[in-house]
């Protein structure tokens, strides 16, 4: 008898096994464009599923939350801060 | 685990982990923006071996999930299922580092050193600190796992969640680093 927490979190592994495959066929089929916005997006789909359920931050307190985010904001601003610097120096090696 | 019963060490491990985001996330930014801006990355990178990547894909997600588990069974009060989950993400991660050393011993072979250009020193600097993080977790999966058949986790079972945290930031590491390298 498979208890509800153990079907969830198998529940949780299809679709993140399905989401690898998804992008595996993604980067083989569609354009290059199109399959780098579907395989980033299906990434991002798939630390989602991982932090909400398998880390359970769906049932934390907002501290643990702002630990999670505050770094990744930092990051996020890091990358756009350097956004001129590929856009107006694109050939490097 | 409800936000209202927080274990001693949870915010500690959070605020490790926070601190983790940094050094990959800088390390992943640059790497995108040296891609974006570079012209024979996408060559470079078509050497890599994509068949033992998507292993080992499948090899930590499967773990994540397993110690998940063995978090569960801490809650059932159920030591042996702990110990069989735990036993099993010990075995999935070292799985994980054998095909990454395969994979290493591969790209020797063919020439591809950290010192054959920045793709080959991003590839190597960013996959060789993740396989140490892996590293790190499977000691410390090792040491609960042998507490577990001793039975002494018992009496700090909460430390399985905070290995199972750790665990899953790895996790989550190896998520983007698959697209990035290997499928981008």
């Known amino acids: ?93 | 685990m409800t936000g209202a019963e927080v274990p001693p060490g949870k915010y500690g491990t959070w605020w490790f982990l926070s601190s983790e985001i940094p050094v990959f996330g800088g390390l992943i930014i640059s790497y995108i923006v040296f891609r974006l801006g570079g012209t024979s990355w996408h060559e470079a990178s078509s050497h890599l071996n994509f068949n033992i990547a998507l292993i080992n894909t499948f090899l930590l997600l499967t773990s994540s999930m397993t110690i998940v588990m063995a978090h569960g069974a801490t809650e059932e009060k159920d030591f042996r299922k702990v110990g069989s989950f735990l036993g099993a993400t010990i075995i999935l991660g070292l799985g994980f580092l054998a095909m990454k050393a395969v994979e290493y011993t591969i790209e020797f072979k063919a020439g591809f050193l950290p010192s054959s250009g920045i793709f080959w020193s991003f590839y190597y600097g960013m996959t060789g600190l993740h396989a140490l993080h892996v590293l790190a977790g499977i000691i410390v999966n090792t040491v609960l796992w042998i507490q577990a058949r001793t039975g002494t986790l018992r009496h700090h079972s909460h430390r399985v969640e905070l290995a199972g945290l750790y665990w899953h930031l790895v996790d989550i590491i190896w998520i983007f680093l698959f697209p990035l390298l290997y499928l981008a």
């Open chain 1, 1 to 93: 008898m498979i208890n509800p927490h153990t079907r969830h979190y198998l529940a949780i592994w299809y679709w993140l096994m399905g989401l690898v495959i998804l992008s595996v066929l993604a980067s083989f089929i569609l354009p290059k464009t199109q399959a780098l916005i579907l395989i980033f997006a299906a990434a991002v789909v798939k630390a989602l599923l991982v932090a909400r359920n398998y880390m359970h931050l769906k049932n934390e307190k907002p501290i643990i939350y702002a630990m999670a985010l505050v770094p990744l904001a930092l990051i996020l601003i890091f990358l756009f801060a350097l956004f001129p610097d590929f856009v107006y120096h694109s050939t490097r090696p």
